[in-house]
DNA sequence: CCCGGATTTGACAACGTTGTCCAGAGGCTA
DNA sequence: TAGCCTCTGGACAACGTTGTCAAATCCGGG
């Protein structure tokens, strides 16, 4: 046996196909009678075999139930036709449409996408994306959880198309596809101020992540167009599970002068918020970063600052394969508006989001 | 140029990397003054290297910016490290911690996770199927589309360990974790007969789908074993889009006997079935298949009949590598069982699933 | 009936890696 | 110092496919 890892018995003439031993053309081709180039025609469909020698190869390819070995057809070739995937979640609501949309951009150019979940760890996010790199991925969308990508330079200068999303690309320069956090928030705190709110918390993400400060910046330029002073207990970043987020919520509501409203920086923060205010006997307002489902439903209806998670994927994969078309333009930073989806009570409701 | 796919010029001899042109082993071991295995060796942590040599490799490696390309790895082992994911749409909630789920698997596992929604359409399962069957995926998760899997037969019995999830495989003996739709469904009507309701519609998926004829099963068992006649009128089931399933809801609701409760077959369906309610005077009363979040925070809230989705995906996947590892056990079912969550207005409100 | 050109076919190398196996260097014992 | 053993390193084939190129075959026209 010249190799452990393959059957249980070593190759031996014969063309029957075997437990883990699948046929292969040479297989094929014997079967057929004919040689193995005309075998691979024969399954990629080129010209120049005539309809006889087709038809045997055909019927010895089902007889052998072959399939092709895409593993050597990609070490021959150069492509692998499959994209990467790298994101925080997949079993957050905002990234199962995100990834949908990235999988269907690739679809259409015959791609298939490898997804993996980097659970916000700049290690392991490090750890994915070089493990999809060896596999040849034409390219990679990326949704960082670290800021130091200078890792990824050999790659890129190699080949490999990369686009950040949701989150610039950190110490390299590199497509990405954005929304714009800071407009956002600073919509979302004005529309507050504008229904008489004056002391308002926010509560966002680890200060690690970029859209965290963007929209914390947002929030600050919108108190501060108002003339509005913020106290440093109004603004609490960190994990956005639900134990931190419920703590920060409890204090900004109470003491001698608790807010009267809450700025939620992101859906889960948003949730956890909700529950925290159900709970509360006089409510204070909200508003959240995130449209999510049955928002328009709760009572009072949630107002949010929605952005299209499905337009973000679409975009950033589209650019994705413009680059491997050839344009080997500069990096370019895309940035999505938002919208401001107001739900307060007394107000019109309008239709969700999609 | 021997191959046009490749790099712009060809090969000349240098070991310098070029764009679209990697170094391979071959360039590192002359750069280092070693021999290619040697390279191999150090790459993959191999006992016999002298630690000189060793780090003349190294230097060689990161002075390159080599990295190993798996396709030929794989190629020459014959184990991609690899398994695919096809359902329905990776957009949808419940599939989301599913695939969450099962990608944690197999990452304990050392293995990548390819994933593929189906759209609910046979034909493109089978198309998304067959693709990562050629890739050599070495095992498949299948949340099935169609209801005929004999074209996975030849894959299975070469090796392809696969594993059915949701739903069983159609006409083929294969591994499957199912959640227990009939009795869930069963438990549901049951509750809702329990608070005094005699006219109870279920409104549910396709036909085709094997969750929906369960799930009707269940829905009738209930009626029947409390004696309650049931309408052709009070059962709908066909596509999960909104229109479909209001157009549906509304035919229930009017007439001269309405329905005074609703069925819900899935998510879907129940989201949509809140907005009608939602928007109707005398509210019905509302029974769901499958949790949803913030599914206590509408009032009234919604009662469920929840299902893990994560536990299902685990459960998949632990299954698919047991098999991998060896095993040649007969084909399972596993069922796991659904959990009543009650949440009518007037009971007591138990936390949120997970 | 034979020649020229077009068409069909197959032998072979290459893609980049890993498993096998052998050669050479170095150390130890007798 | 011969003989043996261990340790390190390298040459080579193989994995299954596709691109190149040349050989074989066929056809019609002169």
């Known amino acids: 046996m010249t190799d452990p890892a393959r059957g249980t018995t070593q190759r031996n003439g014969t063309t029957s196909p075997r437990y883990g031993n699948r046929p292969t053309m040479k297989d094929v081709a014997a079967r057929a009678g004919v040689g193995l180039k005309t075998v691979s025609r024969v399954v990629n469909s080129e010209p120049g075999v005539t309809p006889d020698t087709e038809r045997r190869v055909q019927e010895a390819i ?14 021959r070739k150069g492509r692998t036709a499959s994209i990467g995937l790298v994101l925080e979640d997949l079993a957050d609501p905002f990234y199962g449409p995100l990834s949908r949309a990235v999988e269907e951009v690739a679809r259409d150019h015959g791609a298939l996408l490898i997804n993996g979940s980097s659970a916000e760890d700049p290690a392991r996010e490090q750890e994915l994306v070089l493990a999809l790199c060896a596999r040849r991925v034409d390219g990679l969308v990326v949704i960082p959880a670290g800021d130091d990508h200078r890792y990824l330079e050999p790659e890129i200068s190699a080949g490999v198309a990369t686009v950040f999303v949701d989150r610039p690309a950190g110490r390299i320069d590199c497509d990405a596809v954005l929304s714009d956090s800071f407009g956002g928030a600073r919509d979302a705190v004005a529309h507050l101020i504008a229904h008489g709110h004056r002391r308002i918390g926010f509560i966002g993400d680890q200060p690690r992540i970029h859209t965290a400060i963007e ?73 959240g970063f995130d449209d999510f489902e049955l928002a328009d439903l709760l009572s009072p209806g949630v107002t949010v600052v929605a952005q299209d998670a499905a337009q973000l994927g679409r975009t950033a994969a589209t650019m994705l394969f413009r680059r491997l078309e050839g344009a080997g333009e500069e990096p370019r930073q895309v940035v999505l508006p938002t919208r401001l989806i107001s739900r307060g009570s007394g107000e019109i409701r309008p239709a969700h989001w999609s």
Chains 1, 2 share one sequence.
């Open 215 to 287: 929209r914390l910046g947002g929030y600050r330029a919108a108190m501060n167009d108002a003339a509005l002073p913020v106290d440093e207990a109004w603004m609490s970043l960190g994990a956005t599970d639900p134990s931190r987020v419920l703590a920060a919520a409890e204090t900004m509501l109470s003491g001698p002068e608790p807010v009267t409203a809450l700025f939620a920086g992101n859906n889960r923060v948003t949730v956890t918020a909700v529950r925290v205010l159900a709970a509360q006997p006089g409510r204070a307002a909200l508003v």
């Open 62 to 75: 089902t007889a052998l139930g072959f399939r092709r070995n895409d593993s050597a057809r990609i070490l």
